[in-house]
Structures are given as C-alpha cells and as structure tokens.
C-alpha cells in the first residue's frame, strides 16, 4: 500500500495545481462538515508541505476553516444570478479548476484572497501564535498628532504565508501555460486583499474634535474585495504563452481578442504581458447551459425575470411558480423600546427555468 501512496503522490506533483489553490473542493473540505465538526488539519485534505504549516500553530486550522468559509460563500454570492453559480458538489468545480476557464481564474483568485484576509485578521485577533498585530506605520501624513495604535490586521505576515503555502514561488511547479496563469490569478486575489488595506482612524477629544487619534491598518470587508474580483473576472483576458527574446524564459502574454486589446497597437496578435490587476485565463468557457462535466445545467434554476431569465435559462424560457412566504408585517413600536410584528403570509412569484428537451 505504501508503493501505491507514493505513486499517487508523484502524479499529483507532477499535475498542476494541486497545491495553488486551497479549499475550493469537496475533496478539500465538505463545507456542510465546516460548521459542524471543530477545525482541525485532518480534516482537510491538504499536501505533505500545507499540512506542516497547519500543524505548526494551534490556531492555524480554524485560520483555514475561515478562509474556506469565506471564499465558498463569496463565490457562491457573487455567482448566483449567474449560469454557472460556484455550485459545488459533483465533482463540477473541481473539473472546473483542472482547466483554465475564466472561471477557473476567478476560483484562483478568490481563493487565495480568502486566504490572504483570514491568516491576516487571525494575527490580528490573537488567533494564530506565529504572528501578531502589525504595528508598522506607513502613512507619514498629520504623523504628529497620531497615535499609531489600535491591532492592525497582519498583512505582510499572510502575503508570506500564502506564497509559502500555495507555493507560488515555487520551481517545482509546472511552467506550461495553465500553470503560469494559475499563479498569475492567485497573486491577483493576494494583491485584491492589499489594495483594499487602509489605514482607519479613531478620533478621540472633546466630542470627537479629534485632537488626538488612533489609527491602524484595517482589511476591506471581504464582500468589497468579492466585488473586485468579479469585475475582474467579467474583464479577464485571454493569454498565451511565448518567449521573451531577451530573456529566453517563457511569459504570459494577451491575446488580442475581437474589440478588446491591451495594447496601443498590437502587431501579428502579440500584446503587452497581462498587468498584475488583470485575471486572465487561457480556455473559453463553455456555456454552461446544460448538464456536463463542469456544471449541472440550468434546467430548473432560479432566475430574476428580464434579462437574467433569458441568459440563465439559455433562451429555453421558464415556468412561473407562485410560493407562499411568511413575512413580518405591520410592525410598530412598543414604547419603550422594542418592535412588535405581526406574521402574515405573502404569496410571491418565483422563475424556473424550463429544462433542456434534451434531457
Ligand atoms: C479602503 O479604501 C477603499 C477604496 O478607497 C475602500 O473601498 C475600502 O472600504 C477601504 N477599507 C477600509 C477598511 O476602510
Ligand atoms: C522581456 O523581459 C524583460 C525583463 O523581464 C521585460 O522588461 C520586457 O518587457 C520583456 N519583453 C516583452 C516583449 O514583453
Ligand atoms: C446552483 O444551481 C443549481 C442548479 O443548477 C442548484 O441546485 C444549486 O443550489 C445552486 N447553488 C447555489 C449556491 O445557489
């Protein structure tokens, strides 16, 4: 059994991606199990160098139960008025993140973003052991009636944790194409994280007249940097890969695209290397209207009517449903001070999409 497990190990060296992205998976961790079992590494299916760092702070697994929370839910959030909507289960995202869709691109990035933001409010909160508040003051500005105080979240800290445990420097890691565009989109969430890194001041004095303020480093709401990357992702670009002759190594270069080019003025369809901002991907996506290997098609979904039913169904049009909701109604106030509300049942009108003749 021994020989088997190694021979399996190696196949997963040799593919990519089994350690640049985390948590995405069933394979990686059930997300029913995360709120039901207490966090620990065995739990999540993690490589030989991953399970280390998370055997090596106490507060590490929870740390990575966070980010997988938070990256699943976002995901899901900001794809579900979307054909394909983050769905996990059936093996559907992780066929998805073996290829190079834009959508693959967006699970890349939101993962390690994911990542990025907990390990960073973890030392922040006292969670993990190995890293504290960060304390380094970088806003020269109105410096003299700062106090630089407050628990800043730790960010320089989980930028080295997450290129450590994705492994985002690493030689070892395939160079082909999908490999580099991987790396590109997981640096994309890292650097998402950063830009939404700002300083947040507390005032203090006399009815908040500010003489004095405490000011620290403070992470964006994960929602914002969500929003960010599914703007990303809607822009993504296309690239290939080619030679740079001054340099002889391989890079990820645009493709120029119908309408859309980087460049000023592209010459034989070479375009400038994708900015760091940018997602890119390198295969189109398919439509994701019916049953395949990357989704279970749209028959049935949800839809919000107009234009959203037309895409999300695929043009096949939908059936109305009519369901009754319990609302709370007719609320007032109770002096003092609570709300009372009535339960009064709503009927409202909900779009599935028709399934594929086909099925
Ligand atoms: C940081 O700045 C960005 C853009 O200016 C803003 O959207 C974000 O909410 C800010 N984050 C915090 C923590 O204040
Ligand atoms: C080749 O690589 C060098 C050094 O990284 C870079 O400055 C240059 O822009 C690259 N050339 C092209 C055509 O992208
Ligand atoms: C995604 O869509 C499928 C049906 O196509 C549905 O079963 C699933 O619950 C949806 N997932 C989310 C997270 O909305």
């Known amino acids: 059994m021994r020989g088997v497990g190694i021979f399996i190990l ?129 806003d020269q500005t109105n410096r003299a009636t700062w106090k630089w105080g407050g628990c800043g979240d730790n960010l320089k800290y989980s930028q080295k944790f997450v290129q450590n445990f994705l492994q985002l420097e690493s030689t070892s890691r395939g160079q082909d194409l999908r490999a580099k565009a991987e790396k590109h989109n997981s640096e994309v969430g890292v650097r998402a994280v950063r830009q939404g890194f700002n300083t947040t001041c507390k005032c203090h004095g006399v009815s908040a007249s500010c003489t004095t303020r405490t000011c620290w480093q403070q992470l964006s709401p994960f929602r914002e940097i969500g929003n960010q990357l599914k703007e990303k992702y809607e822009k993504a670009y296309k690239v290939v890969s080619t030679t740079n002759e001054s340099t002889g190594t391989s890079q990820l270069v645009t493709k120029s695209q119908k309408g859309k080019s980087r460049g000023a003025t592209a010459t034989d369809g070479e375009e400038p290397p994708p900015r760091p901002s940018d997602l890119v991907y390198v295969d189109n996506s398919p439509h994701f209207c019916k049953k395949s290997r990357f989704s279970p098609g749209t028959d049935g979904r949800r839809c919000l009517v107009g234009p959203n039913c037309n895409s999300i169904c695929c043009g096949r049009g939908y059936n109305i449903k009519t369901k009754v909701v319990e609302k709370s109604c007719k609320c007032r106030v109770v002096w003092c001070c609570y709300v009372e509300c009535d339960m009064c049942s709503e009927s409202v009108e909900i779009h599935l999409c028709k399934n594929n003749p086909d099925n």
């Open 10 to 138: 190696i196949i997963a060296a040799t593919q990519t991606g089994t350690d640049s992205y985390f948590g995405l998976t069933e394979k990686k961790v059930h997300l029913e199990q995360l709120d039901a079992i207490s966090p620990n590494c065995k739990s999540l299916s993690l490589s030989k160098k991953q399970r280390r760092f998370c055997k090596k702070d106490p507060g590490m697994p929870e740390t990575l139960f966070e980010a997988v929370r938070l990256s699943t839910a976002e995901c899901q959030y900001q794809f579900f008025n979307e054909r394909w909507n983050c769905t996990s289960g059936g093996g559907y995202r992780e066929n998805v993140l073996k290829r190079g869709f834009k959508e693959t691109s967006f699970l890349y990035a939101i993962s390690s973003a994911g990542l990025a933001h907990s390990v960073a409010r973890s030392c922040s909160r006292g969670i993990l052991d190995r890293c504290t508040c960060d304390e380094s003051f970088n």
